[in-house]
C-alpha cells in the first residue's frame, strides 16, 4: 500500500479510507455534544478532515483520563507511546492498521500536518501521567501541546493549502485554543483535583479558591477569545460558521462561570444548556451567512 501511494495514487479513495473515516466521525458523535454540533457547520471535505484529527486527540485523550478502566500508569503511557508511534508511522507512510490514526494520516497528508504539531500533543498529553502541579513554565508548554497546537492542526485544513493565509491566522488559533482549555481547567477544576489528582492552575487549590482567582482566570481567557475574535472573519466560509459557533459556545461558558461563585466553580462542573447551544449555533449561521 506505502508503494502504491508513492507511486501515484495519494488522494485516491478506497472503501478502507472512507470505512476510516467513518470511524472517526462515530468516536466524535460519541464523545462530544457541543464538538459534534459545531462541526455539523463545517463544509465537506473540511469536516471529515477536521473530525479525523479531533478523533486522534479523543484516543489519546480517553488513554490518560478514563478512570473506569483499570489501567495503570505505566499500562497508559505504553499504550500512548504506541500511539504516539503508530502515528509517526502513518505520518510517513500514509496508512494504518488502526482506523483512527489512518483517518488522521489521510487528513495530514492532504492538509501538511506533520510531527511538529503532532509530538508536542503527545507531549502534553504524556505530561497528564507524570506531572500532577504545574508551574508557570510548565503550564504554558502544556496548553500550547493540548490545545494551541490543535487549533493549528484544524487552521491547516481550514485554509486548504494556504500557506500565507495560515501564517496570518496561526496566532489567532492558538489564542482560541488556549482560551478553550483554560476554560476546561476552570470548569473541571473539582474533577481535576479531587478526582485526577492534577492541579493545572498554579496556585489554585479547591478549599480556598475564590472570586478572584476565578476573575483573574477569566480576564485572561477574555482577553485570548477577544484576540481569536478578530481573527474569525478572515476564515474561509468552509469553516467560518463553525468556529464562530464554537467560539460563541465558550464566551458564554466564560459569562456564565464569572456569575457562578468560586466556591460553586470549585464543586461542581458548569453547563451551558443545550437549548442556548442551539442559539447560538442559529445565530451564528446566520451571521455568518
Known amino acids: 500500500m506505502m508503494l502504491l501511494r508513492r507511486h501515484g495514487t495519494v488522494g485516491a479513495t ?31 471535505p473540511v469536516r471529515t478532515d477536521v473530525r479525523s484529527i479531533y478523533a486522534l486527540v479523543r484516543v489519546a485523550d480517553e488513554l490518560v483520563d478514563d478512570d473506569r478502566q483499570p489501567w495503570a500508569v505505566e499500562d497508559r503511557a505504553s499504550l500512548l507511546e ?6 509517526h508511522r502513518a505520518l510517513e507512510t500514509g496508512c494504518s492498521a488502526n482506523l483512527v490514526v489512518h483517518a488522521f494520516a489521510l487528513a495530514a497528508a492532504r492538509h501538511g500536518i506533520g510531527r511538529d504539531l503532532v509530538d508536542p500533543f503527545f507531549d502534553s498529553m504524556r ?9 508557570p513554565a510548565s503550564l504554558e508548554g502544556y496548553v500550547y501541546g493540548s490545545a494551541e497546537v490543535v487549533g493549528l492542526m484544524c487552521l491547516r485544513v481550514f485554509v486548504g493549502g494556504d500557506d500565507r493565509l495560515y501564517r496570518e491566522l496561526a496566532p489567532g488559533a492558538r489564542r482560541l485554543g488556549a482560551a478553550f482549555q483554560k476554560v476546561n481547567f476552570l470548569r473541571d477544576l473539582h474533577a481535576d483535583q479531587s478526582e485526577l489528582g492534577r492541579t493545572y492552575l498554579p496556585g489554585t487549590e479547591l478549599a480556598s479558591f475564590s472570586d478572584r482567582e476565578r476573575d483573574l482566570l477569566l480576564d485572561e481567557i477574555d482577553a485570548d477569545l477577544a484576540a481569536a475574535a478578530l481573527v474569525i472573519p478572515h476564515l474561509p466560509p468552509s469553516s467560518r460558521c463553525a468556529v464562530l459557533a464554537a467560539h460563541g459556545i465558550f464566551a458564554a461558558l466564560s459569562e456564565r462561570l464569572r456569575l457562578t461563585p468560586a466556591d460553586r466553580i470549585a464543586q461542581e462542573r458548569v453547563r451551558v444548556p443545550d437549548l442556548v447551544k442551539a442559539r447560538i449555533i442559529a445565530r451564528c449561521a446566520l451571521v455568518a451567512r
Open 14 to 44: 478506497t472503501s478502507y479510507d472512507e470505512a476510516a473515516r467513518a470511524s472517526a466521525g462515530v468516536l466524535i458523535g460519541h464523545y462530544s455534544t457541543s464538538f459534534g454540533w459545531a462541526t455539523r457547520l463545517l463544509h465537506e
Open 82 to 87: 504506541g500511539l504516539r508511534q503508530e502515528t
Open 127 to 135: 505530561a497528564d501521567l507524570s506531572v500532577k502541579v504545574h508551574d
